[in-house]
């Protein structure tokens, strides 16, 4: 049976993963968003007490 022989299918794995491995994650660590996060201050904002109009 000559589909058992692991020797190629191996080698062809092998291959393959070394081609994702070298090839997509500078493409992928290249990509740049389009709406980078800004870092927000440390300090909160004052917020004034509410007043009840009823009390």
């Keep these: 049976m000559p589909q058992?022989?692991?020797a190629p299918w191996f080698a062809?794995?092998?291959?393959?993963?070394?081609?994702?491995?070298?090839i997509l994650p500078p493409k992928?660590?290249?990509h740049s968003f389009p709406n980078e996060p800004t870092t927000q201050s440390a300090e909160k904002?004052?917020?004034?007490?509410?007043?009840?109009?009823?009390?």
Excluded: D, G, Q, R
């Excluded at 062809?12 to 070298?22: A, D, E």
């Design 28 to 30: 992928i660590l290249a």
């Design 45 to 55: 904002p004052k917020t004034e007490s509410w007043t009840w109009p009823w009390l």
């Design 12 to 22: 062809i794995l092998v291959f393959s993963w070394l081609v994702f491995l070298t």
């Design 4 to 6: 058992l022989n692991p």
